[in-house]
């Protein structure tokens, strides 16, 4: 038997930390790929210390929730579940853990995907940029790094005049991106897992969005909602683990 | 009558069909935090104790339908917590087997059953506070430094069954038990959970606000 386990963050406050994680396990239970598929979490239950106690299955893929490779997922995640690398035996178990999201080679079709929805039946003349935002942090150069990366994979198709990034909490800022591109047109994606503080409240305030659409001087800006919550979130959450399959359990001399 | 449990491989496996065995041998039903599981003809029915002799109650067959069934109180409040004394009553799911029970309880009570089989056989294993402690990081990392005496504080004011249903198993370390009233429910706490984390973390931040106040 196969199980999945989504690890997301979850929150002590609210709901919406974690609905895109449920939502994306029903997703994936539905295509009858995995014999289980469990959700956990740092801040909610099942906590990530018990979660594979609950699981049937001897083959089990992790894959955390998260987009970029950071604090998470190298230091809490295999800690809480006790990984001892991309392949870990426990009992007749193994576990296989995938990496995060952001950085696998799908994550610019889920971008582009998330920009048609917000654009369909909306006509735009002049320049057009795509601006992906993330939250940043000069902590670690990974967390903005993964945005940079898809910026990049996205700008080698060819489909925009400009293909920018922004962030929240390191530069470039996001406000003085939006403000400098040299575009009539500016779709925004927050490249974030859930919706939440940011998405809904902090970033429309500092920007001054008063919706999908807003007309800020002479640009229009659209306003998409995060990645992490597009349905397509779950084909690539199936494909990380199916990823992790081809990697060989690592081999221990018995004691 | 009993029916012989199939061959199970694996702890959850096991978890599950000794939870509906016990279910099962019980007239009435069982008590599981808030829940009254009882065997019915077409399976299992769960409801809300305190909703045990309504029949006018919002019907579920998906087990999965726990989800949202635990996410709120009565009054709309999200539950973090799924083993605090705020379930919300007026619904019952009958679910067929003991795969679909053992969902449906995952949902109410994360790893519950689990923890309830091995505690049942001896075998669950505890984490006690300090233990728990040395490993957090980033933010958390502080709680290494609450006092005993914070420790015991916060479970009494996080741990209780006015908080939470659990049975607190686990102690400040070895030679300190916790000094509170650890909970009389079916459900086992083996390890202080992130929601304690979090108020231990607080309870850390007034110990050295109050220690930066007085000089000491």
Same mark, same amino acid.
């Given at each position: 038997?196969k199980a999945l386990?989504i ?9 919406d ?6 939502e994306?396990?029903?997703?994936i239970?539905?295509t009858?790929e995995?014999?289980?598929?469990v959700e956990s979490?740092w801040?909610e239950e099942?906590?990530?210390?018990h979660?594979l ?5 001897e083959?089990?893929y992790?894959v955390p ?8 997922t190298q230091?809490v995640?295999?800690r809480?579940l ?8 426990r009992?007749?178990k193994?576990?296989?853990?995938a990496?995060p999201l952001?950085?696998?080679?799908g994550?610019?079709d889920v971008?582009l995907?998330?920009v048609g929805?917000l654009?369909r039946?909306?006509k735009?003349? /002049?320049r057009?940029?795509?601006v992906?935002?993330g ?7 990974n967390?903005?790094?993964v945005i940079?990366m898809?910026a990049r994979r996205?700008?080698?198709?060819g ?8 962030f929240?909490d390191q530069?470039p800022e996001?406000?003085a991106?939006?403000?400098g ?5 500016v779709?925004l ?6 919706e939440? *503080?940011?998405t ?7 920007l ?9 001087g002479?640009?229009?800006?659209f306003?998409?909602a995060p990645? /992490?919550t597009?349905?397509?979130?779950a084909n ?8 992790t399959?081809?990697e ?7 004691t | 009558?009993?029916?012989a449990?199939?061959?199970?491989s694996s702890?959850?496996a ?7 065995? *016990?279910v099962?041998a019980?007239?009435e ?15 299992y029915?769960?409801?809300h104790a305190?909703d045990?002799?309504e029949s006018n109650?919002e019907?579920?067959e ?11 109180t009565?009054? /709309?409040?999200?539950r973090p ?8 009553r007026? *619904?019952?799911?009958?679910v067929?087997d003991s795969?679909?029970l ?7 009570y994360?790893a519950?059953?689990?923890?309830w089989?091995?505690h049942?056989?001896g ?6 506070f300090r233990?728990?402690?040395?490993r ?6 502080r709680?290494?430094?609450l006092?005993d005496?914070?420790v015991?504080d916060?479970a009494r ?5 006015a908080?939470c249903l659990?049975k607190?198993l686990w ?5 300190t038990?916790?000094?509170?009233r ?8 083996p390890e202080p959970c992130s929601?304690?984390?979090?108020f231990a973390r607080?309870?850390?931040?007034f110990e050295r606000?109050?220690r930066?106040e007085?000089?000491l």
């Amino acid at each position: 038997m196969k199980a999945l386990v989504i690890v997301g963050h979850g929150s002590h406050l609210n709901e919406d930390s974690s609905l895109p994680v449920y939502e994306h396990a029903q997703r994936i239970r539905g295509t009858g790929e995995f014999d289980e598929v469990v959700e956990s979490f740092w801040k909610e239950e099942p906590s990530m210390r018990h979660v594979l106690d609950t699981v049937e299955s001897e083959e089990i893929y992790v894959v955390p929730a998260f987009i970029s490779e950071g604090y998470f997922t190298q230091q809490v995640i295999p800690r809480e579940l006790g990984l001892e690398g991309p392949v870990t035996r426990r009992g007749s178990k193994t576990v296989r853990y995938a990496g995060p999201l952001g950085t696998f080679e799908g994550m610019p079709d889920v971008i582009l995907e998330r920009v048609g929805d917000l654009m369909r039946g909306r006509k735009t003349s /002049g320049r057009t940029a795509l601006v992906l935002l993330g939250h940043g942090t000069d902590l670690n150069k990974n967390s903005g790094g993964v945005i940079y990366m898809n910026a990049r994979r996205i700008r080698e198709r060819g489909i925009y005049d400009f293909v920018e990034v922004g962030f929240l909490d390191q530069e470039p800022e996001i406000g003085a991106v939006v403000e400098g591109v040299a575009a009539k047109n500016v779709i925004l994606i927050p490249v974030f897992i859930a919706e939440g *503080w940011h998405t809904r409240e902090t970033i429309p305030e500092d920007l001054g969005l008063t919706g999908e659409v807003t007309l800020l001087g002479d640009k229009t800006i659209f306003y998409g909602a995060p990645v /992490g919550t597009h349905p397509s979130m779950a084909n690539l959450i199936a494909a990380r683990a199916r990823e992790t399959a081809r990697e060989e359990p690592v081999v221990r001399s018995a004691t | 009558m009993f029916e012989a449990p199939p061959e199970v491989s694996s702890l959850a496996a096991a978890s599950r069909e000794a939870f509906a065995a *016990w279910v099962a041998a019980s007239a009435e039903g069982r008590l599981f935090g808030q829940v009254l599981i009882r065997r019915c003809s077409s399976g299992y029915s769960l409801r809300h104790a305190e909703d045990a002799g309504e029949s006018n109650l919002e019907a579920h067959e998906d087990p999965r339908s726990a989800r949202e069934i635990a996410k709120l109180t009565e009054r /709309g409040e999200y539950r973090p917590l799924k083993s605090s004394p705020n379930l919300r009553r007026g *619904w019952e799911i009958r679910v067929s087997d003991s795969v679909e029970l053992a969902v449906a309880m995952n949902y109410l009570y994360p790893a519950g059953i689990v923890h309830w089989h091995l505690h049942r056989g001896g075998r669950l294993g505890i984490t006690n506070f300090r233990e728990n402690a040395a490993r957090q990081s980033g933010i958390y990392k502080r709680v290494q430094r609450l006092s005993d005496r914070g420790v015991q504080d916060a479970a009494r004011a996080c741990c209780e069954d006015a908080v939470c249903l659990k049975k607190t198993l686990w102690d400040v370390d070895e030679r300190t038990p916790l000094e509170m009233r650890r909970g009389d429910g079916e459900i086992p706490c083996p390890e202080p959970c992130s929601v304690f984390i979090s108020f231990a973390r607080r309870v850390r931040l007034f110990e050295r606000e109050e220690r930066d106040e007085t000089g000491l």
